[in-house]
């Protein structure tokens, strides 16, 4: 039962948060998982997130995304197009996730999308004072945000999957 709580209340809109931070982090991972066998998603319609493929692929666009944040060629994650793919993206988790635990995937679609709403605009705001107010160097910030990432994400899908 605690670990349902923690899934719903902690694990998705945390996902959903980092997703709004670095789009494909989650969902590359979340793939890692399904094909590894820790999220069965097999007999449902998230079957092909489960293939060594997807995962490989989305693994090198996250690979790809931090190597664009870097260089400074990433749009402002605020932008109306760029937000747009960072909620159907945090959707898509929330829903595989949904799937994987034989669960309402509505519930997890709104969580997962609303985690990504904040995520967003919180890590676009935090990135904007480090560098602007204390004059951190955007590369630090950004792999910084890597980092906590990637380990929010396994950790979260740690929760999700028992």
Request: positive net charge; contains cysteine.
């Amino acid at each position: 039962m605690a670990l349902e709580v923690l899934t719903w209340l902690l694990a998705i809109p945390l996902l959903g948060f980092i997703t709004g931070m670095r789009t494909m982090t989650p969902m590359a991972a979340l793939c890692w998982f399904a094909y590894l066998g820790y999220l069965p998603v097999q007999d449902s319609w998230a079957w092909w997130c489960a293939k060594l493929p997807v995962a490989i692929v989305l693994t090198v666009l996250a690979i790809l995304e931090y190597a664009a944040d870097k260089l400074s060629l990433s749009p402002r994650p605020t932008r109306p197009a760029v937000l747009m793919v960072r909620f159907f993206v945090g959707g898509l988790v929330g829903a595989i996730l949904a799937s994987g635990l034989n669960a309402s995937g509505v519930e997890g679609v709104i969580l997962s999308i609303l985690g990504a709403l904040v995520g967003a605009f919180a890590a676009y705001q935090l990135r904007h004072q480090l560098t602007h107010r204390i004059g951190c160097k955007m590369w630090q910030v950004t792999l910084t945000e890597d980092l906590f990432a990637i380990a929010c994400t396994i950790i979260c899908l740690g929760i999700v999957t028992g």
